[in-house]
């Protein structure tokens, strides 16, 4: 197991060193057209004035970084919610019914929430969200058609929800009863002693929640390969609200869809190398997340 | 250990049980006409939430539920897919189905011993500790690594030219890496966490009592695991294989880096079983995937209809799961399904 997993640290980073090590730190940096670099990896024909392995991933950072940072924020003020309706306000009858479908919720695999953003959402928000002077406005860009960085993160919030809702209900569920019965003998009503006692004492879980969801946005490859617009933009937040109907490409999906071409030599490195930026984000959101529990440890309940 | 704390654990240790013939009152109600304004917009917003989650899972059900019955079709099971521009002519989802149900056998097949094994060990033996510390940040950074990496590891390894009978050898040498078995072996580390979690949990959660009179009567620790502990805990470990196969059946990302793009199974050599081990093919969600106006076929009636067959096959498997949970009956305590726990403690190992 242990050895597994060190190989499989060591083989990532081996095959993607080649890649850090002809870009340096500007591997992170912006710089030209990312897909313009792939492709020209993948028809090994260096770009003029430049190596082969030349690539500058900061529109694809950026694209993860938007999506993500939204879909957790986003999932997070909902999943509290949910979290304290599910444990607090549900009718009995509700509670039984939330509770199976936040289970299929977080179930269904990825490649049908995509499917549906696609085919569903996409054209949607391209019909009915995205005027055509909004589309004019950044036509000599990029071209808007309604697989962007919203729908995107929408999408993404539903799938990450249920993992957050199910660990903050749990927290929620487990507050010693007689920590909310103080507050409310006091004649505080229900929410505030929600607020102010159930949410307080829940916060190592939330936190441990977020960190997992994130972890998982991070990841999710498919969905966001159909939906995100599969184009390496980065929006400009200049832009306005234009921004986020604009495409991006996370680091996920790109592996994803240059899978193809990893056996030519420098497009497989610079995708093992992306992969290991990934691997490393999870590592230290794992970290992370550690580190909040032990903070928050003190005060808080635990599930 | 009092009954209650053994029947939910966790929840239901904080309040204990009345003493019997106590009359258990309870408040009316609060009206939220009272309550400041902001606090009642919050409570309506908490409905909403909790009604709009209901109603966006109705809705994914129900739209497939549509689309399925419109575009499903008896033959698509029969025929094999075939590249076609028309969508009348580019065949079923024979040669998918098939292929689910291969990668499924060989990932579980591969992660169910591995994990019923881990499990038990760190649970009831977990010595040496540091060792077993290690093995549980190990299998954490597993759950949390995104399978698209975890994918492209597999890649590297299986492409070794020493496992080249593994999958197939090009004329040059070299190792393609892709095969059936491959895919399988990545999807076993993918659903191992979860075996894991679950035998874990359900060790912890054995009282000891079992063991103790296990102990009494003579035998050694080890046919305690063997005869009394595991047997005990065995629809656990169905939960959590059930589980696993849920994560397999869904992964896109693996299928598509390690079986590649076709769609139909290519065989490698003659022989019966290994051969198709040895080649490749897809699955149900490649075969969405590149039936998607995202991938290469883009026949929308054709990935509607394979999607509705893969919801279903999810939608039973999590049936099973609250079939196998919940037959004790729900547990007290913020009236949260034994299922439902489960999200919690899968998603994290070392939750505790």
Known sequence: MLVLIGAMLVTVFIKAWPSFAHNGLSWFGPGGDVDTQLRAMQEVKALPGHSIYYFRAWPLIWGTLLTTVLAVLLALVVSTLAAIFLTEFAPPALRRTLDPVIRLLAAVPSVIYGLIGILVIAPYINNHLISNARKASVGYVVQLNGADVMTATLILTVMILPIMTAISAGAFAAVPAAWREGSLALGVNRWRTIWRVSLHAARPAIAAATVLATARALGEAVMLAMVAGGRGFAPNLLDGVTALFEPVRPLAATIFQNSEGLTIAPLGHTIYAIGAVLLVSAAMLSFGGWAAKQRFKRYGVRT | ?352
């Not at chain 2, 954490?140 to 030219?161: D, K, R, T």
């Not at chain 2, 693996?254 to 290994?274: C, D, H």
């Open chain 2, 1 to 352: 250990m009092t009954p209650t704390a053994e029947l939910a654990p966790g929840a239901s240790r904080q309040t204990p049980a009345p003493p019997p013939g106590t009359a258990i009152a309870r408040a009316p109600r609060e009206r939220t006409g009272s309550w400041p304004l902001v606090d009642r917009i919050a409570y309506a917003l908490c409905w909403t939430v909790g009604i709009g989650l209901c109603l966006i899972a109705l809705g994914i059900v129900l739209f497939m539920l549509v689309k399925g019955v419109a575009y499903l079709h008896p033959k698509l099971f029969v025929e094999s897919p075939a590249p076609s521009p028309k969508e009348s002519q580019s065949g079923g989802f024979l040669d998918p189905i098939i292929g689910t149900l291969i990668v499924a056998g060989v990932g579980i097949a591969i992660a169910a011993p591995i994990g019923v094994a881990l499990g038990t060990w760190l649970a009831e033996y977990g010595r040496p500790s540091w060792l077993a510390r290690a093995v549980e940040s190990a299998i954490e950074i597993i759950a949390g690594a995104p399978s698209v990496v975890l994918a492209l590891f597999g890649l590297v390894i299986f492409a070794q030219g020493y496992l080249g009978f593994l999958s197939q050898t090009a004329a040059g040498g070299g190792v393609y890496g892709r095969s059936f078995f491959a895919a399988g072996a990545v999807m076993a580390v993918l659903a191992l966490p979860l075996i894991v979690a679950s035998t874990r949990e359900a060790l912890t959660r054995l009282p000891d009592r079992l063991r103790e009179a296990s102990f009494a009567l003579g035998r050694t620790p080890a046919t305690t695991v063997r005869r009394v502990l595991l047997p005990a805990i065995r629809p656990d470990i169905a939960t959590g294989t059930v589980l696993g196969l849920g994560r397999i059946i869904g992964d896109t990302a693996i299928i598509n880096i390690l079986l590649g793009t076709y769609l139909t199974l290519e065989k490698v050599g003659n022989v019966p079983v290994i051969g198709t081990l040895r080649g490749t093919g897809s699955t149900l969600t490649s075969y969405i995937y590149s039936n998607s106006p995202a991938g290469e076929g883009n026949a929308p009636h054709k990935a509607y209809a394979a999607a509705f067959v893969l919801l279903v096959i999810v939608l039973i498997l999590n049936g099973i799961v609250t079939w196998l949970t919940n037959r004790g009956g729900r547990p007290e305590g913020g009236g949260l399904s034994r299922a439902f726990r489960l999200i919690q403690y899968t998603s994290r190992l070392n939750w505790r």
